[in-house]
């Protein structure tokens, strides 16, 4: 009997331990770490951009700036050693453009955007204010279930924009809304405050409703999507924007639209100066 009851005893304690070890595993689940670093030749505008996306989100990690351009997959050591498991890169090219890279680490998927029409929040100068640190609600635009590419970086950005709620350094608190907007084939990204007043009514009924409103605290700016890549800032090309034009294509159609300007004006200071001078009459002779 003795043998018996150690053995139940045993089995006893060994399910504590695999139910404590399941719920461990279930909370390491949620566990979302997010190194945030740029590239040489960030201006004050983007990087202030940075600043803003680290202050609102308590689970990122910063790092200094990246000195390779070629070599990006040695991101993914970084983010190893700051026992990171997801990497937001802001890369900048010509000092002017800015590319903006969310990848899975180690083994992908990684998307690259082009970031556009950045507005920070000490620029915007918005009335809403939220607690630094706390939760925020993620707002998807019901498009981003109509076509697999766009599930996919909605699924990217649940687990680099979602706070886990075991975070070390979250607030107990829900009180601002991160909305990602569909909208001529790019995603616009803005911030909201939750704002809650008692209504004044005389109805007991309706006294306990509160009137929720939103709004806005900043920063926002525009993506546009480039390609998704299958790994990690590396690996085969598994979805590429068909209207994507780069930045380096735009200026050029721009100075050959200038150019074309300045050639039809020179064209018509020629053609002016040759009617003029065939339009010249000979002078009249002195009669006798």
Same mark, same amino acid.
């Given at each position: 009997m003795a043998t018996i009851f150690k053995l139940t005893k045993a089995q006893k304690v060994l399910e504590n331990q695999e139910e404590s070890r399941k719920k461990k595993d279930k909370k390491s689940i949620y566990k979302q770490r997010v190194l945030i670093m740029a590239s040489r030749g960030i201006n004050h505008r983007q990087r202030h951009l940075m600043n803003d996306l680290t202050t609102l989100l308590p689970h990122f990690k910063k790092e200094s700036k990246f000195d390779q351009k070629f070599q990006l997959s040695i991101i993914n050591e970084l983010a190893e050693l700051n026992n990171c498991n997801n990497c937001v890169f802001f890369e900048v090219r010509k000092r002017q453009d800015l590319y903006l890279w969310t990848a899975k680490a180690p083994n992908g998927p990684s998307i690259k955007f082009h970031v556009l029409n950045i507005h920070t929040m000490n620029e915007?100068?918005? %009335?809403?204010?939220?607690?630094?640190?706390?939760?925020?609600?993620?707002?998807? +635009?019901?498009?981003?279930?109509?076509?697999?590419?766009?599930?996919?970086?909605?699924?990217?950005?649940?687990?680099?924009?979602?706070?886990?709620?075991?975070?070390?350094?979250?607030?107990?608190?829900?009180?601002?809304?991160?909305?990602? %907007?569909?909208?001529?084939?790019?995603?616009?990204?803005?911030?909201?405050?939750?704002?809650?007043? +008692?209504?004044?009514?005389? +109805?007991?009924?309706?006294?306990?409703?509160? +009137?929720?409103?939103?709004?806005?605290?900043?920063?926002?700016?525009?993506?546009?999507?480039?390609?998704?890549?299958?790994?990690?800032?590396?690996?085969? %090309?598994?979805?590429?924007?068909?209207?994507?034009?780069?930045?380096?294509?735009?200026r050029r159609d721009i100075r050959i639209a200038k150019s074309g300007r300045y050639k039809t004006r020179m064209m018509a200071r020629n053609e002016r100066q040759i009617k003029l001078e065939n339009s010249e009459l000979p002078e009249d002779t002195p009669s006798e």
């Open positions: 915007l100068k918005m %009335t809403g204010n939220c607690l630094k640190g706390s939760r925020s609600i993620l707002s998807f +635009d019901k498009k981003f279930d109509s076509e697999p590419h766009w599930i996919l970086i909605k699924e990217v950005f649940t687990h680099i924009f979602g706070v886990p709620k075991n975070a070390r350094r979250v607030k107990p608190f829900v009180d601002h809304v991160v909305s990602f %907007t569909i909208a001529d084939n790019r995603i616009w990204f803005r911030n909201f405050q939750i704002v809650e007043k +008692d209504p004044i009514t005389t +109805d007991k009924k309706n006294s306990n409703k509160k +009137d929720i409103s939103l709004v806005e605290i900043g920063p926002r700016f525009v993506l546009n999507v480039i390609r998704i890549f299958e790994g990690s800032f590396c690996g085969a %090309t598994i979805y590429s924007n068909p209207g994507f034009v780069s930045p380096n294509q735009v």
